[in-house]
């Protein structure tokens, strides 16, 4: 149980375009999401927490409007990189908890890599 | 700022080989500390974990005792297996209450030679 996927596995876009990136809880219900970027060799980062319902809060250095998040539901978060450029090429992972697994644990999705030409 | 700092890869063992992959960590107060296991093509799986000082997390062969003395939290395994290739985080949750935020270091790869 408590699995969590991401669509799409990978994304190839052009400079100035928007990519979505969903993740998605598949047996429970998750409260609160979580947004990791990771750069190669480099441990996950931390963009963001958001909870259902609520806005997202953003780490320090994080540019919220360039990082759009949604959670709209209980099982569905999608994280939008509006109109990306090259350095923001990077792995994508989503992590999920909620009241079915113990609060404490959070369970990750296996990440999206985007690269933008 | 917390921060978790673990030993650079790649490593590569043969099968039955004995496995320490070592973790430091830098927190204020009484982090929990963790081991996450990432294979192939799938996304991070908690492996153990330690809420106090003193405490071993032990799952699927490997243990890890939390050191408070020495701000340490090293992965040990007796005999690895081919299946054991992954890469493994070392990550810590603050001890602040409502703190959820996951520290993580920057991941070892170790690949199972048979």
């Known amino acids: 149980g408590a699995v969590v996927s991401q669509h799409p596995s990978w994304v190839i876009c052009k400079s100035g375009t928007s990519v979505k990136i969903e993740c998605r809880s598949l047996?429970?219900?998750?409260?609160?999401m979580f947004w990791y970027r990771q750069f190669p060799k480099q441990s996950l980062m931390l963009m963001a927490t958001s909870n259902e319902g609520s806005k997202a809060t953003y780490e320090q250095g994080v540019e919220k409007d360039k990082f759009l998040i949604n959670h709209a539901s209980l099982t569905l978060s999608t994280l939008t990189v509006t109109s990306a450029h090259p350095e923001d090429s990077s792995f994508y992972i989503c992590s999920a908890r909620g009241p079915g697994t113990g609060y404490n644990e959070q369970f990750f999705g296996p990440g999206t890599r985007l690269t933008v030409l | 700022g917390d921060s978790v700092t673990q030993m650079e890869g790649p490593v590569t063992l043969s099968e039955e080989a004995f496995l320490t992959i070592n973790c430091t960590y830098t927190a204020t107060g009484y982090p929990s500390l963790f081991w996450y296991v990432q294979y192939p093509g799938e996304g991070l799986q908690l492996l153990l974990k330690?809420?106090?000082?003193?405490d071993k997390g032990s799952n699927k062969g490997f243990e890890a005792t939390y050191r408070k003395e020495t701000t340490s939290f090293h992965l040990e395994k007796g005999s690895v297996q081919v299946s054991d290739s992954a890469v493994y985080f070392c990550?810590?949750?603050?001890?602040?209450?409502?703190?959820?935020?996951?520290?993580f270091g920057t991941g070892t790869r170790l690949t199972i030679i048979p």
């Open positions: 047996d429970f219900q998750a409260t609160t």
């Open positions: 330690a809420t106090k000082a003193d």
């Open positions: 990550a810590l949750r603050g001890s602040n209450f409502g703190n959820e935020k996951l520290t």
